[in-house]
């Protein structure tokens, strides 16, 4: 068997376009667009945005510690 994992996982791609995303696995987030992720880390949480090519802030996920 497996062991259970508290852990958060970041995917994200990396290229010029974009490709079909297969399935609806368990995540929190999955877009099928051009942007970047990022991260603010400090002593007390982490923060994950996913912002789009235009800036837009899509999504934000926050990890207390």
């Known amino acids: 068997g497996t062991a259970n ?7 994200a791609g990396a290229g010029a376009k974009t ?7 368990p995540s929190i987030f999955q877009k099928d667009t051009i942007g ?11 923060v994950i945005q996913m912002i789009d090519a235009a800036g837009t802030l899509e999504f934000e996920h926050t990890i207390v510690h």
Do not use: H, P, Q, R
């Open 5 to 11: 994992c508290d852990a958060t996982f970041v995917v």
């Open 19 to 25: 490709t079909e995303l297969l399935g609806s696995g």
């Open 36 to 46: 970047f992720t990022y991260f603010i880390v400090n002593d007390e949480k982490i």
